[in-house]
């Protein structure tokens, strides 16, 4: 992707030792990047946002003329997000000291400590210093994640809890950036945990019948509505080996056309 940005005009003074200067292309506010020995050393691209010039970097033509034609679409809508130059880990430095979580709670003070040091015992180590927050990429974290699964790396073999609990602070962190407008994207969505290596003899242990029964006797009863409501909706292998029961008279048979058996002769009034 593009690299540094700044806002100088293209034929701004270079220095007195840099022999560096850009050279106009046959498109307009591109320019190739020309270095002392007159070798290309890749392209910028030039645009106006509100009063003030930009201009960023490129490593090809193409991808210039790409970048040009996307800043001036995105500005023409005031959709133009400029990029920020912080970067990753100091954002994970900064978000965590403020951040007040998104519930009706807060955010407790426990949570933030471990969240703190979450972030030092793993993004610190592994993000480098230099990475800027608009360069953190799904693949990235994707890579994180998968040295936190390396037992070489760690030196351990790391659970999966850990594991998710070291991308927790970050999908945190890089939801906040977006709504504050530092990244148009979250690269945290989508991203996927290693699946749980299942050992063998494992195996999925539900309710029998009587123990559900018993769990939604017990719960209040503002809740046993949905409980049931969840009991009749699991998966017939998860319902144990409960008959169905039979069908009641009434409504649902004169729906089909069948009437429900009328009563006999009560005792009291047996002949």
């Not at 400590?113 to 180590?125: D, F, K, S, V």
């Not at 993000?127 to 693949?139: C, E």
Request: charged share 30%; hydrophobic share 30%; aromatic share 6%.
């Amino acid at each position: 992707m593009s690299g540094s940005q700044d806002t100088t005009a293209p034929a701004a003074d270079q220095g007195c030792g840099d022999k560096r200067r850009l050279v106009k292309t046959k498109t307009p506010g591109v320019f190739k990047r020309i270095d002392g020995k007159g070798r290309t050393i890749g392209y910028a691209c030039v645009y106006r946002s509100g009063a003030r010039q930009r201009k960023r970097h490129a490593r090809t033509y193409g991808e210039a003329k790409r970048i040009k034609h996307e800043s001036e679409t995105d500005r023409d809508r005031g959709e133009l997000q400029e990029r920020s130059a912080i970067t990753f880990r100091r954002y994970l430095d900064e978000w965590v000291c403020r951040y007040r979580g998104q519930g009706r709670r807060g955010f407790r003070e426990s949570t933030r400590e471990e969240y703190r040091r979450l972030i030092g015992a793993y993004a610190h180590r592994y993000f480098p210093a230099r990475l800027k927050l608009v360069d953190v990429t799904t693949y990235t974290l994707a890579r994180f994640v998968d040295w936190l699964a390396d037992e070489e790396a760690q030196g351990k073999s790391l659970g999966d809890r850990t594991i998710a609990n070291a991308t927790i602070p970050l999908r945190a962190a890089l939801a906040t950036a977006k709504r504050e407008g530092l990244i148009r994207h979250n690269p945290a969505q989508g991203l996927a945990l290693p699946p749980r290596q299942q050992l063998d003899g494992d195996e999925i242990k539900v309710f029998t019948p009587e123990q559900l029964a018993s769990v939604i006797g017990l719960a209040p009863e503002r809740h046993r509505l949905l409980l049931e409501l969840l009991a009749a909706t699991r998966p017939a292998d998860q319902r144990g080996d409960r008959p169905a029961a039979p069908a009641r008279a009434g409504r649902g048979t004169r729906a089909r056309g069948l009437r429900p058996p009328r009563p006999g002769p009560r005792p009291d009034r047996a002949a």
